[in-house]
């Protein structure tokens, strides 16, 4: 069974760095391409950027280039999104998921974890 | 604001049908990519419901069904329940974003 089981709610003040995860089991993890999803308050979704495991080609949103780091550890299955400098702004759920292409759909999604960010 | 448009929400009684529109341009569903959807229960993640337009996940009743033409695509729920009462969300591909993209999404409400 494909599972992407994502690390849990984060709690973290302006200004702080952090790292959540993403990790897959149940399939061969450098096959698929593994992307970031953000969903704010109430909003809809926004996809931030994907990597592939298998040679961590990265591409990002142009809405987030500059903004997040996203990285991968093939050894033990694990996809990463990082900030370096949170916002209140970030305060949103974040979701991965996985997918065969840049082009293609959204298979299996992780439960999401939770960034609040606040003072 | 999404690339993909989507009313914000739609509504309907058991047995009826409801549809969802998403219309894009022609950088992403006008450009032949695909149009994918995915259902979101309140409080839960989003889950695959239809891929390439028109073909079910695994698991998905035959009331749902999925059409593109031209740069919009459509879902309808024929036979709408009380279980399908969620936000529906389309996503394609854009080439002058050369990654996904999303519409605003969907709630739809049985009364």
């Known amino acids: 069974e494909v599972q992407l089981v994502q690390s849990g709610t984060e709690i973290k003040k302006p200004g702080e760095s952090l790292k959540i995860s993403c990790q897959g089991s149940?399939?061969?993890?450098?096959?698929?391409?593994i992307g970031w999803v953000r969903q704010m308050p109430g909003k809809g979704l926004e996809w931030m950027g994907i990597?592939?495991?298998?040679?961590?080609?990265?591409r990002y949103s142009p809405s987030f280039q500059g903004q997040v780091t996203i990285s991968v550890d093939e050894s033990i299955n694990t996809a990463y999104l990082q900030w370096n400098g949170l916002k209140a702004s970030d305060t949103a759920m974040y979701y991965c998921?996985?997918?065969?292409?840049?082009?293609?759909?959204?298979?299996?999604w992780g439960q999401g974890t939770q960034v609040t960010v606040s003072s | 604001q999404s690339v993909l448009t989507q009313p914000p929400s739609v509504s309907g009684t058991p047995g009826q049908t409801v549809t969802i529109s998403c219309t894009g341009s022609?950088?992403?569903?006008?450009?032949?990519?695909?149009v994918h959807w995915y259902q979101q229960l309140p409080g839960t993640a989003p889950k695959l419901l239809m891929y390439?337009?028109?073909t079910r996940a695994s698991g998905v009743p035959h009331r749902f069904s999925g059409s593109k033409s031209g740069a919009s695509a459509s879902l309808a729920i024929t036979g709408l329940q009380a279980e399908d009462e969620a936000t529906y969300h389309c996503?394609?591909?854009?080439?002058?974003?050369?990654?996904?993209?999303f519409g605003g999404g969907t709630k739809v409400t049985v009364l």
């Open positions: 022609r950088s992403n569903i006008g450009a032949g990519y695909e």
């Open positions: 998921a996985r997918s065969p292409g840049p082009a293609d759909d959204l298979t299996y």
């Open positions: 990597i592939f495991p298998g040679d961590a080609d990265t």
């Open positions: 390439n337009s028109a």
């Open positions: 149940g399939y061969t993890f450098s096959r698929y391409w």
């Open positions: 996503q394609s591909h854009d080439t002058s974003l050369s990654g996904w993209v």
